[in-house]
Every structure is written in C-alpha cells, then in structure tokens.
C-alpha cells in the first residue's frame, strides 16, 4: 500500500504538544507527584465521560471533511519513481478518451488508483532490480561482440515484466522502457552528501575554466540556450547551474554536417570527482577532431554518477575506427568509473566508453532511438503475438535497419571513406542534437 499523505502520529503529536514546555521544577514533593498519579490512574479506571466522548468526536473528520479528502486522493496525476530514480520524472496516470454509451460524446476516463499504484511500484522494483544486477555483473568491462545484442533482448524483457501484470500495460510501456534505461547504471560508491556536494562544485568551476579558455570550444546549459555556466550561475544560483540537465561542449567555429549520412556518438562514464579531468579532455577532443566530431555534452555536475550516461560525444561519421581512437584519447585523463556500466544497446569500448551507430534522419538519442525497438517488441508481445520476445526484438532490429547480431551497428556500412564526410550545409544536424536528451 502506498501512502499518500499521513498526518502525525499520536505520540507525535504529543511530543509537539510537549516541546518548548519547561519541565516540572526539580523540588516538587513525593507526595504532589504521588497524588497526580493516583489521579491519572483514577481517570483511567472511570471510563469515559460525556466530555470524553465530546472532545474525541470533536476531532474526528466531518463527512465534508472525508469528501474533500477523497476529492484530493482523486486528483493526484503522478508520483516519482522513488529514491533510486535517475530521470527524476514522474510517472503519470495513464488517461484516455471513449465513448460514452449515455450520451454518444467522448469522455476522458483515467485509470484507477489501485491500477496506477501498481503501475509506479513495478517500475521502482524493475529500477531497484536492473542497479542490483549490474552492481553483481560488473557489466561494461567486456563481451564486445556480443553485449549490444543480449542487453538490449534484457532491456526489452525488463519492460516486458514492468507492463505485463497491469491493468493498461501500453499507457505505461513508453515510462518504463525509458526509467529502466536511464537507470542502467551500477551504484556508485557510497560517499557523503558533503563529499557529493564538494565533487559537484568542482565540477563546475571545471565546467566555468573550460568555456573561458582559448581552446575553441564553448560550454552551453542545455536547457538555456546560449547560457554559459558562470552566466547561469549568476543569475540562477549555485544550485540551480548544479543541476543543470547538462552543458553542451559546442565548436567555436560552426561546423556543419550533411544528415544524408548515417553517424555515430560515444557515450562517456565516469565517476563524480572526475568532472575536472573529463571536461578538459572533452574539450579536446570536441577542438581537435572537425571531421569527425560535431560536439559533446557532460551531465550537469550534481547528475553525474547516477545516470547512465556522464557524457556523450557526438560524431558526424559512423565510424568505429575513429571511435576507438577518440576512446584512446578520451582513457588519457579520464578515470573509469569504479563500478562501470555499459548502456543497452551499445558496443563496450573501454571501462570508460561505449559506441553506437544511428541511421539517417535519428534524433541520436539512444534511449529514443533503440528504445522504439524494444517498444515495437514489447508491444507485439503485449498483443498476442506468441513468438519468443527474442525473435520480435531480432525483426524490430531489423526493420529499423541496425544489425540484429550487432545492434549497435548499422545493418549496412556507409559507402565511401567513414571518417571524412563531404561537408554539405547545416541541414538541421546541429540543431537536432541540442534538444537531445
């Protein structure tokens, strides 16, 4: 049962009735407090009076009271995902519009609460479920030619098992194939919230060094455009520049990349304290490869370490050779994570990153991207399709047009030279990659 909202307790309740009072003087007699306890106990014996009665119903809720109580406990839309859960998105009541057999007009009808109780608490146990299996597996330090495929069938069978005992399973489908993505990512160590906060702080003055430098990169807040860190947090506050969804790590020079080629990113883990070294090699590599990189993005500092992603590096080719030369480049000053983690769906590099390619005309989020895969499985599934989730993953791969074997890859590689794309207008690319999330 989850509770919405409780009031105090009775013995809290007393103890707030208590506090602030000043204790009895110490030089009372044996006999006054002898005679108050006779009395209490007197009280007791007696049962209870007329005014006992009176005073206890005094407190007792109205029926204009309960209505309203009800009226509230109706109109609650959503409620988080518990402690655990990196997005820090709420889950929402899942509502649609039918037909009413009454009047022939269209209603809005909403799943009932019970329904979207059950709903929350299979995502939070899938959520606690997937951080305990990888805390186990260590996943991420190996299983190259493999990984992509079996954590993706994984990712699709924990959403499976989130939706499949609900009363509405496909209102909650697009939730829980997104919150077990997300929360793809082993638990960090444990560490005080004062050595969080310090590890947060540092991270952005990195954040502010890196932007103010010459090194022809600037760092944008994704969500404010054109907002650079020192100017957020001037005019936000520490915490809100903090907790920031992320900074862009943006060319100076605009580069421009044509959207007629398929292209690729590496998504970068690391643990919190390691901000100041990952913002500069970033930047570097951001600066120094036109070619083959468009830009990147770090998480905002009080974020990293929980998602499963830190940062990403956006490339405009798909090229797994350049991958794996920015990944060499990126393990010179990047510690890896104590307790790595490999997303769903990607080709593990290192302990520090992992690649993965997208057909023409994706947005290049991963979530969203493989992400519709294991929704069209899971979905087939959900409506009665009796084959094996394995074989609906392996025709979804497919029809999106990656390699089933090796999902991370595109199914057929690009013609002519990967890494030196001809450079044909802005065509949108830059411009997509910012609403990326």
């Known amino acids: 049962m989850v509770r919405i909202a409780e009031g105090a307790s009775h013995a809290g309740a007393m103890t707030e009735g208590l506090h602030g009072h000043e204790a009895p003087a110490q030089n ?16 007791i014996r007696r049962g209870p009076t007329l005014q006992d009665l009176m005073s206890h119903g005094s407190r007792m809720p109205t029926d204009a009271q309960l209505e309203q109580g009800r009226a509230k406990l109706r109109k609650v839309r959503a409620l988080d995902a518990g402690p655990l859960d990196a997005t820090g998105e709420t889950v929402g009541r899942a509502r649609w519009r039918e037909q009413d057999d009454a009047t022939g007009l269209p209603r809005v009808v909403e799943e009932s609460a019970h329904d979207f109780v059950d709903a929350v608490a299979a995502m939070r146990h899938e959520i606690a479920d997937v951080k305990a299996s990888l805390d186990e597996q260590s996943i991420g330090s190996g299983r190259a030619a493999t990984f992509a495929r079996e954590s993706m069938q994984e990712w699709a069978g924990r959403t499976h098992r989130a939706v ?28 005080s919230p004062e050595q969080r906060r310090g590890d947060a ?3 952005l003055r990195a954040l502010k060094k890196l932007d103010r430098r010459a090194n022809g990169v600037d760092v944008q807040a994704q969500t404010r455009a054109g907002t650079h860190p020192a100017e957020y947090e001037k005019a936000h506050g520490e915490e809100a520049a903090l907790g920031e969804f992320a900074y862009y790590v943006l060319p100076k020079k605009s580069r421009e990349f044509s959207t007629e080629q398929p292209f690729a990113r590496l998504t970068v883990n690391f643990d919190p304290d390691a901000v100041p070294a990952a913002a500069p090699r970033i930047g570097k590599v951001v600066s120094g490869r036109p070619d083959d990189v468009g830009q990147a993005k770090i998480m905002g500092p009080a974020r990293t370490g929980e998602r499963v992603d830190d940062a990403v590096v956006y490339m405009s080719v798909a090229n797994p050779a350049a991958a794996r030369d920015i990944d060499a480049k990126l393990r010179k000053d990047i510690p890896p994570p104590r307790r790595p983690s490999t997303a769903p769906g990607m080709e593990p590099l290192s302990r520090t990153s992992a690649y993965a390619e997208y057909v023409e005309g994706s947005t290049g989020s991963h979530e969203m991207d493989r992400g519709e895969i294991v929704k069209q499985a899971v979905a087939g599934k959900l409506d009665g399709d009796t084959r094996p989730l394995t074989e609906l993953m392996r025709d979804a791969t497919e029809r999106a047009g990656y390699d089933p074997d090796r999902p991370s890859h595109l199914a057929e590689r690009p013609a002519g030279p990967e890494a030196r794309v001809r ?15």
């Open 164 to 191: 499949a005992g609900l009363e509405y399973p496909e209102a909650h489908l697009d939730d829980a194939k997104r919150k077990i993505y997300v929360n793809w990512r082993a638990n960090g160590p444990e560490t």
């Open 201 to 203: 702080r540092a991270g």
């Open 28 to 43: 009372a007699t044996a006999a006054t407090a002898h005679d108050a306890a006779d009395a209490h106990r007197a009280s």
């Open 423 to 437: 450079r044909s207008g802005l065509g949108g690319f830059i411009g997509r990659l910012f609403g990326r999330k």
